[in-house]
């Protein structure tokens, strides 16, 4: 696609990255469980010791996409790059722009020297299933997600 840039974000983009992750809780149907601030964001990303990375698409001047990863480690694999959340607007969808935001994560894994990709995908998304298979990722049914809430 023409006169689309894919570059890592800035404090600057907080506000539209934001505003996408509300947009994805909204298709998942989870909005109510979005606790994270814009101020959180802001100070775990763009602090003294960042939290997380992220790389935003543009087009013309305005993010349509983001994909946020933080580096996370393996005793069976070492070093992954965990890609926690990609996402492209729903005006911009099916137009290589996902495309590009993952092709820039795979270049940043190799860059840090990254064993692998890592990431989770709801068993309904098919479109997000579709796209990562179409990148010969494979899913795997048999790992279970735990989690403890500690903050509401």
């Not at 964001?41 to 993010?63: C, Q, R, S, T, W």
């Not at 099916?94 to 990254?114: D, H, R, T, V």
């Amino acid at each position: 696609m023409q006169n689309i840039t894919i570059r890592r974000g800035n404090e600057n983009d907080i506000d539209s990255i934001f505003d996408l992750i509300i947009e994805l809780a909204e298709y998942e149907h989870g909005r109510h469980f979005v606790t994270n601030t814009k101020e959180k964001m802001f100070e775990d990303g763009f602090g003294e010791n960042p939290l997380y990375y992220v790389y935003v698409a543009e087009y013309e001047n305005k993010i349509v996409g983001f994909a946020l990863y933080y580096i996370r480690y393996s005793t069976w694999k070492g070093k992954r790059l965990y890609l926690e959340d990609i996402l492209v607007t729903e005006k911009q969808r099916k137009k290589g722009i996902g495309q590009l935001l993952f092709e820039a994560l795979i270049e940043e894994a190799k860059k840090i020297n990254c064993s692998g990709l890592n990431w989770q995908v709801l068993d309904w998304n098919l479109p997000a299933i579709s796209f990562y298979e179409k990148n010969k990722a494979t899913i795997d049914s048999q790992w279970l997600n735990g989690a403890i809430e500690l903050m509401s």
